[in-house]
């Protein structure tokens, strides 16, 4: 921080995951920069846009990455519940029907992973308005 940043601002209580030789720590659960100054205070600031940008898009590729995971799992049960569906013969026309059914939510699982793996790829993480089904 530069002095004009620091202007106006009041010393605060250092946070508790703030330690006694730490110049910097940064509270990503209050979105609060806290900085010890030459004399020993701190004083904290909110995060600027630009920080909650990155924090955004941290917390967004975490959150991509465990629905990635999830979803993958789900593709393998997908893949078996088809092959059990395949060996049976003589199978009803509800059957067929409900069968496409789960076919049609399987491939739009599969877009919504592609679509997902692309954002990560692209670093397109400033939202994640994907849904799983």
Known sequence: MNENENEGMEPVEPPPGMGPEDIEYWDDATR???E???DGTVISRPYNENE???LDEQLN???LEDRLV???VILGDDYRENDIFLAVSG???GEYHAQVDALTRQINRVVVMV???ARVDLGELS???IGIE
């Open 52 to 54: 909650n940008r990155k």
């Open 61 to 63: 590729l975490a959150e």
């Open 127 to 129: 939202d994640i308005g």
């Open 36 to 38: 010890r100054q030459g």
């Open 91 to 93: 199978r009803t026309d």
């Open 70 to 72: 999830g979803m993958s």
């Open 115 to 117: 679509s997902a793996l």
């Open 32 to 34: 609060t920069y806290y």
